[in-house]
């Protein structure tokens, strides 16, 4: 007997007959004499539709009670497939993320799992229950309900994998696994077999939705291997796993991510010490910095300019005004219509020119690029919002159709 956990997205749940669909993939592992752990996230578009709703009331409102609303889209998922696997005639129980026994920070609206203790679910599973547990959420010191970030559902059922020890963790969706590029936007994407778990963290980080980074770096962490794949055709997904059990890809995947402003902070003072200033202004307030580009001085001044999610931009640059109000500087500017691609792939750290291949298509393709970051297995350039989805198309046309 295998202990299984099963993972279904927002896509997977939309309506009732998904949810009946997602009942007999789950009841069809139960039947083979497995124990079944069922993770579920909000149907369809439900926590969008939340957040609009809270929007309309309060723009304003507080964390805490943004995330007693937004845990509501996953109470409905929860009960309406215990309902449909009760229906097929199966032992069934449905938990909330605190009776399921996830313990989070306090930090609402972005809580990080802390533990997840499993006597219920244990409980449940000797009792030859199917357990169906709200993805997305937990319970924090003050015994209120927090929620772990958007995609979070996919934390929720890898932090029972590791917790339960369980052979197989699947994460269900509506592709067919982890792709080169996103295959709605790239036609000929190509499916992989396998990523590492480095490489897929890069990915998902860098905006590959298909799976939540906090999921990946989990999985990493406690050696969990995971299943992507399909919950409408009964297909083999990719797996995720140990970079050792397999051989090294020059490219894995180009990914795009559009939340990201660009902040330039225009004739601040040339002087030791400028970055360490002006960055931990920013650090002190939490807001992480990405690509960074410190133009040469010149006639006693630089320009600095670096990029942060979209929601701290105005944060960002308040900061910095107060920079140059108080040490000196000319000024200070946003641009949010910008987006960040990347390529990933451990094989560049052996092989050279891979970079230089991919600014080459963005050449071919008249896109102008306007930072550049680089590590052991990526390679990230700042370019034009409207022209990302073109890129994307150009570099992984580079890489994946020529040869
Ligand atoms: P779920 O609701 O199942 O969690 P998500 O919408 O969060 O699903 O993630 C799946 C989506 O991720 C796909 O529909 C696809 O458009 C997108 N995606 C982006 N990059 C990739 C990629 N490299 N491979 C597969 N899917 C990707
Ligand atoms: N329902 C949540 C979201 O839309 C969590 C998830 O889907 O993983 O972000
Ligand atoms: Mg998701």
């Known amino acids: 007997m295998s202990l299984i956990v099963q993972k279904f997205g927002g896509s997977s749940v939309a309506d009732a007959e998904r949810v009946f669909n997602v009942a007999k993939i789950v009841t069809d592992t139960y039947k083979k004499g497995n124990q079944v752990v069922v993770v579920v ?120 994998a590791a917790a339960m020890n369980a052979d197989l963790c699947q994460i269900f969706t509506d592709v067919k696994g982890v792709y080169t590029a996103d295959p709605r936007k790239v036609e000929n994407a190509k499916m992989l077999k396998s990523i590492s778990y480095d490489e897929m963290l890069e990915l998902a980080t860098l905006g590959a939705q298909v799976l939540n980074n906090r999921s990946v770096e989990m999985a990493k962490k406690y050696n969990i291997e995971l299943e992507v794949l399909s919950s409408f055709t009964n297909t083999p997904g990719t797996i995720v796993k140990e970079a050792a059990k397999m051989e090294k890809m020059l490219i894995s995947g180009v990914a795009k991510d559009t939340d990201v402003a660009r902040i330039s902070v225009l004739g601040v003072p040339d002087e030791p010490g400028l970055a360490f200033k002006m960055f931990s202004r920013l650090s002190a307030k939490k807001i992480n910095i990405d690509i960074i580009l410190q133009s040469i001085g010149r006639d006693g001044t630089k320009d600095i300019s670096f990029t942060v999610a979209k929601d701290n931009a105005k944060e960002a640059a308040e900061v910095m005004e107060d920079y140059i109000n108080t040490v000196g500087g000319k000024s200070v500017s946003i641009d949010e219509k910008v987006a960040k691609i990347s390529i990933v792939g451990a094989g560049m750290e052996s092989h050279a020119g891979v970079a230089t291949k991919m600014f080459e298509a963005l050449y071919d393709a008249h896109i102008n690029i306007r930072m550049i970051s680089t590590s052991e297995i990526k390679v990230s350039v700042l370019i034009d919002e409207d022209k990302a989805d073109a890129a994307v198309k150009a570099i992984h046309s580079k890489f994946f159709d020529e040869d």
């Open 41 to 160: 996230s909000a149907q369809g578009d439900t926590t969008d539709d939340l957040i609009e709703k809270a929007n309309e009331i309060n723009p304003n409102a507080s964390k805490r009670e943004k995330d007693m609303l937004l845990a509501a889209g996953e109470q409905i998922s929860i009960s309406l497939l215990a309902m449909a696997i009760e229906k097929l005639g199966y032992p069934v129980v449905s938990l909330l993320g605190w009776q399921a026994g996830f313990q989070t920070s306090s930090a609402y609206t972005s809580a990080r799992i802390k533990k997840v203790r499993t006597d219920r679910i244990s409980k449940e599973l000797d009792k030859k229950n199917i357990v169906v547990v709200a993805g997305f959420q937990g319970l924090n010191k003050y015994e209120d309900v927090t929620t772990l970030g958007r995609g979070g559902s996919d934390t929720s059922a890898v932090a029972i």
